[in-house]
Nanobody, 115 residues
Framework: QVQLVESGGGLVHPGGSLRLSCAAS????????MGWYRQAPGKQRELVAT???????NYVDSAKGRFTISRDNAKNSVYLQMNSLKPEDTAVYYC?????????WGQGTQVTVSS
């Protein structure tokens, strides 16, 4: 079955950086779009960034210029490099893929930005 396992979250000061990783299994990773979402307390889950099979990327406006999504098809992994972090980036970050119009999610990794 499809499994997505995130890692790399933690506590960071404003202006700091984190790199999230997501390891995928159970899918033909190379052909699918991968995405990162986040959910802050009391808010709906929102899309942060996506990367398609050809490497084209898309970002929510608040992430543009600060976050970079990338993938390593040889490792079946997708990454989210987050720089210049702000307190409003605090959330649980989820990896996502959608093969055959079925959404799959990882367990999430907590990112907390606080002084």
């Amino acid at each position: 079955q499809v499994q997505l396992v995130e890692s790399g979250g933690g506590l960071v000061h404003p202006g700091g950086s984190l790199r999230l990783s997501c390891a995928a299994s159970g899918i033909r990773f190379v052909i699918y779009r991968m995405g990162w979402y986040r959910q802050a307390p009391g808010k709906q889950r929102e899309l942060v960034a996506t990367i398609d099979s050809g490497g084209s990327t898309n970002y929510v406006d608040s992430a543009k210029g600060r976050f970079t999504i990338s993938r390593d098809n040889a490792k079946n992994s997708v990454y989210l490099q987050m720089n210049s972090l702000k307190p409003e980036d605090t959330a649980v970050y989820y990896c996502n893929t959608n093969p055959s119009n079925t959404n799959y999610w990882g367990q999430g990794t907590q990112v907390t930005v606080s002084s």
